[in-house]
């Protein structure tokens, strides 16, 4: 791919009905409300004790989500930053660990099936490759939304090409991409593959992440974009709206302004 091709593919596409779910900060996505409800399950990779998106679709469709996460009840991470001398780290993390008991209890009451496992390329005790998930919980005959936020691990779960037919009963797909700037093209390469069923219809940059200079453009290291499936954006044109989009898009970091993104264009 011609780099200066790279930086359009992060171009959304113009569509209405865009609407925020989740956390008023740093958990919150943009998704597409009149198609929300045509899926069957959220499926979501990266829990993060943070269960404010998945009780908002819940409110929002009365649909169930399928959350994977194997980390939320692993002590050792925790501890390693306190070991690293990260004390305020440590304590958000300790008392997120120790919150995470009494929020789990109220899972159930939104339709929220909690897994201790993850997501990879390939299978293992603890990670499973999505086609493992798919037959598993019987996906095959589902329409889902498919949320990805595994810190950095999204690069191992495309290494797996079957995950892209799998997703072809995808009405949505939201996914945060970490480390652009040392992974810039593999991150080009997924937007590519998953534009050929999915339009890419709204970006935002995760602002606890830093800008880098790529050929004269200031792009963020770390960005969220939702993607819609085709079949719902009939006609394709290039968006020449401003990011963040004012009244929708919220900074990840509360006390941080919310950078504005032209990179693209």
């Given at each position: 791919m011609k780099n200066n091709n790279i930086l359009k593919l992060f171009?959304?596409?113009?569509?209405?009905?865009?609407?925020?779910?989740?956390?008023?900060?740093?958990?919150?996505?943009?998704?597409?409300?009149?198609?929300?409800?045509?899926?069957?399950y959220l499926i979501n990779y990266g829990v993060g004790y943070n269960v404010v998106f998945e009780k908002d679709f819940y409110k929002?469709?009365?649909?169930?989500?399928?959350?994977?996460?194997?980390?939320?009840?692993?002590?050792?991470?925790?501890?390693?930053?306190?070991?690293?001398?990260?004390?305020i780290y440590f304590l958000r993390h300790l008392k997120n660990y120790l919150g995470w008991k009494k929020t789990e209890a109220t899972l159930p009451e939104y339709k929220i099936d909690f897994i201790e496992e993850g997501i990879s390329d390939v299978d293992t005790p603890k990670y499973k490759t999505f086609k493992y998930h798919f037959d598993k919980y019987g996906l095959a005959d589902k329409s889902i939304i498919f949320k990805l936020d595994v810190e950095g691990y999204e690069y191992a779960v495309f290494?797996?090409?079957t995950i892209y037919p799998l997703l072809n009963n995808a009405v949505q797909i939201y996914i945060e991409f970490h480390s652009l700037k040392e992974r810039l093209h593999e991150a080009a390469n997924i937007i590519a593959k998953l534009q050929e069923t999915h339009s890419l219809v709204h970006i935002h940059a995760n602002n606890h992440s830093d800008f880098f200079n790529y050929e004269g453009e200031m792009v963020p290291d770390t960005i969220e974009v939702t993607f819609l499936l085709n079949k719902?954006?009939?006609?394709?044109?290039?968006?020449?709206?401003?990011?963040?989009?004012?009244?929708?898009?919220?900074?990840?970091?509360?006390?941080?302004?919310d950078p504005e993104l032209t990179f693209f264009y």
């Open positions: 171009r959304p596409y113009e569509v209405s009905g865009l609407t925020r779910l989740g956390h008023e900060f740093d958990g919150g996505y943009i998704v597409h409300s009149p198609s929300l409800n045509d899926a069957d929002t469709t009365n649909k169930p989500t399928l959350a994977f996460d194997p980390t939320l009840k692993d002590l050792k991470p925790i501890f390693e930053k306190l070991f690293k001398g990260q004390v290494k797996d090409e719902y954006l009939p006609v394709k044109e290039p968006s020449k709206q401003k990011y963040p989009i004012e009244g929708l898009d919220r900074p990840c970091h509360r006390l941080k302004p």
